[in-house]
């Protein structure tokens, strides 16, 4: 894939209903009630970086404890650093539990209270106060990925190991300073980095006194990845609940096979005899996340269908203990699940999904007897203008979640079984944004050229004012099939744009998630097509509206959004004035012949260049075809790194709008792959894309 909170003023202590959206409390960090201030300035990105990233770890195992992390971004040393904090899920004042440099992750939480985590490679644990902090492990190669398993006797975790010396100084010993690559086969590099014969692999070692056994390499040495590369981790790994055997997810291809598929499999691996079973043998797409329910009798895992479509319908697959009967929980739903728990009691799977430009928390029932056949019903229990953007763990009473809106970065709320409402548990970002003037998010809804529904957010400027006239930006997503939801990101934050006195629509066009599978599977092959034309529709009809300046709209969007701001650009017909696209794929031929995951490229694209039956991707849905109908400014901006739309792609549009004469600029960013990581880039991206619309809208 080209790779995710309305305010109210209201009395401490109510709950919200969830129509409203998660609570918004005003209060100074003595948790006392303070003023809402009159005099509120626009979110900079300045101040975006400063906002506070809090993330879940885990609920205590009497729910009554969490345990989150927090960072925060520091500009003289243009990093972030991350500690842990613990409160009480019902309501308390946090207490940080860790200061040291460097980031901390549970690992486990004991019945006693101990908290069992990872810190810079090794295992330590301390007191549920944070006292009484001990390194328990002293390893020579950093611990990662890890999992303890359930008896505490066993520790499953990756490390790095060399199969193929593809890198001249593994090859040739003799010639240590020499950096030269060889290959004779695909997967020669992965999203920013070339393959220099070093897989990471699952090992599985004896765990007692803090020392660990001989470690056994569950991948005997072969050449795949597990966890996945390049973004996998510990999800890729469970145990079985008697502690007998490990899963792990892994993808046993190389070569043209490994750039060509998407079919992992869940294997397992026996302890006691070291026999390996696929558990998913004849599924051929994505299977991920296998998780054991409470209670040991069910396993559970995220399925795809088919291969090579990355953005399959995910469905929940549970199997009976045995492994003889297997059933698709989700298999009636026409949508796509994002991820899932067990509930405590294994009765129950609550999952969060996409839905109607959003992202929402679900239930499910799990069948007392698979065998039935009979699929139960998905309930879906939050509704409201936000995202849950995960789920942390369960409470007596409801679930602890993390909830973003295109106004609110992250914070953790507990949701009430009850209620239904969402009620905080972190604030901290509360009085940052009592001091950021609001911006209104509205949603909109467009008729399509073929007549369907086209649903937008729309955000507005801080003080709106109806009667005046305002610049307004497209905001096409990439993906091609991500969800524009309430989402809240540090780039491409449209609370942030707004807030310089831009209107901006993000419409779901075809191709997204939340409108059923149909809706999401209809971009493929169609590229240039209908969801070109949902944004051309999008667009004209807000420029109904009174406020709009017509002569003032630019496009924007990065990866799929930026090949939409190409292809706008030569089909526009004189709408926009501007555009800005990031890492956008520009000439379709070109790009199939250096992109690196071809298993998308030959589900979206429909194939290779030299199949005749392809010409259409490559001529009419291909953005190079419209240079010469160029007719207004664009900024181009690539990363240098960034090998899922490589280099040469931003290259090429910016020579080809130079040499056609058209104001243009290129913003090139050599350490950087297909997102902006560093806070200092960042802060320079951020600068020049609203440089650029001062000077162009």
Not at 36 to 59: C, D, H, Y
Not at 487 to 511: E, H, T
Request: charged share 25%; with cysteine.
């Amino acid at each position: 894939m080209l790779g995710a909170l309305l305010v109210m003023s209201i009395t401490v202590g109510h709950a919200q209903n969830l129509k409203d959206g998660p609570l918004k409390i005003e209060r100074t960090k003595d948790n006392e009630v303070m003023n809402i201030s009159t005099e509120r300035q626009p979110l900079t990105a300045e101040k975006l970086w400063k906002l506070a990233r809090v993330s879940g770890e885990r609920v205590t195992p009497d729910g009554k404890e969490l345990i989150y992390g927090v960072a925060h971004y520091n500009f003289e040393t243009n990093s972030a650093e991350r500690n842990l904090f613990s409160i009480p899920v019902k309501g308390g004042s946090p207490k940080q539990l860790t200061t040291e440099q460097g980031s901390e992750s549970i690992l486990d939480i004991t019945a006693q209270g101990e908290i069992i985590y990872l810190y810079k490679g090794d295992i330590w644990k301390m007191q549920s106060d944070g006292s009484q902090k001990a390194k328990l492990t002293e390893t020579e190669g950093k611990l990662a990925d890890v999992k303890l398993s359930p008896d505490k006797k066993h520790i499953l975790y990756s490390k790095s190991v060399l199969v193929n010396p593809f890198h001249s100084p593994d090859k040739y010993k003799d010639l240590p300073k020499s950096d030269v690559y060889v290959y004779d086969d695909l997967d020669y590099r992965h999203w920013d980095s070339f393959n220099d014969g070093r897989y990471t692999h699952p090992f599985v070692a004896s765990y007692a006194d803090g020392k660990l056994g001989e470690p056994v390499d569950l991948l005997e040495g072969k050449p795949y990845y597990s966890p996945q590369a390049p973004f996998g981790g510990a999800e890729d790994f469970a145990w079985s609940p008697d502690s007998k055997a490990v899963l792990y997810v892994a993808k046993k291809k190389a070569g043209k096979e490994y750039a060509l598929s998407t079919n992992t499999d869940i294997y397992r691996y026996d302890l006691a005899s070291g026999q390996v079973s696929n558990l998913t043998e004849g599924m051929n797409g994505y299977d991920t996340h296998p998780d054991f329910s409470p209670v040991g009798n069910r396993l559970a895992w995220l399925s795809m269908k088919k291969d090579g479509f990355e953005a399959d319908k995910n469905d929940i697959i549970l199997q009976d203990q045995n492994g003889k009967v297997r059933l698709n929980l989700t298999a009636h739903w026409d949508e796509t699940v994002n991820a899932f728990t067990w509930s405590k009691d294994g009765k129950k799977i609550y999952f969060t999904a996409p839905v109607k430009g959003t992202i929402q928390l679900f239930e499910v029932l799990v069948p007392a007897n698979l065998a039935n056949k009979s699929l139960p019903r998905i309930n879906q229990l939050t509704e409201g203008e936000f995202d849950v953007t995960g789920i942390v763990g369960e409470y007596d009473g409801g679930l602890v979640v993390t909830s973003t809106r295109l106004t609110r970065a992250a914070e953790i709320y507990r949701y009430d079984f009850k209620t239904r409402y969402l009620l905080p548990i972190t604030t901290e970002n509360e009085e940052a944004y009592a001091h950021i003037a609001e911006t209104k998010v509205k949603g909109r809804f467009t008729k399509a050229t073929d007549g369907q529904d086209l649903f937008s957010w729309v955000v507005y400027p801080p003080n709106f004012d109806p009667s005046k006239k305002y610049p307004t930006l497209l905001y096409c997503q990439g993906g091609p099939q991500s969800a524009v939801s309430q989402f809240y990101s540090l780039r491409w934050n449209l609370q942030l744009i707004a807030s310089q006195g831009y209107i901006v629509i993000a419409p779901n066009r075809r191709g997204m998630p939340g409108w059923g599978v149909q809706w999401n599977e209809d971009i493929s092959g169609d590229w240039g097509g209908q969801p070109i034309r949902d944004y051309l529709s999008a667009i004209d009809d807000l420029c109904t509206e009174s406020y709009i300046d017509t002569a003032r709209l630019g496009a924007i969007g990065a990866s799929y959004g930026g090949y939409s701001v190409f292809m706008l650009a030569g089909v526009h017909e004189g709408r926009f004035k501007t555009f800005i696209s990031h890492c956008g794929l520009f000439d379709m031929t070109s790009w199939y012949g250096t992109t690196e995951e071809l298993f998308f490229a030959n589900q979206d694209l429909g194939g290779p260049y030299w199949d005749a039956a392809n010409e259409k991707t490559y001529t009419d849905f291909n953005p190079i075809t419209y240079v010469e109908k160029w007719n207004a400014p664009i900024m181009v901006i690539q990363g240098g790194k960034d090998f899922r739309v490589p280099i040469g792609q931003g290259l090429e549009a910016f020579q080809a709008a130079q040499l056609r004469g058209i104001k243009s600029r290129l913003v090139y960013l050599p350490e950087e792959n297909h997102w902006v990581l560093s806070g200092h880039n960042a802060q320079v991206w951020q600068r020049e894309f609203f440089r650029w619309l001062d000077e162009t809208l």
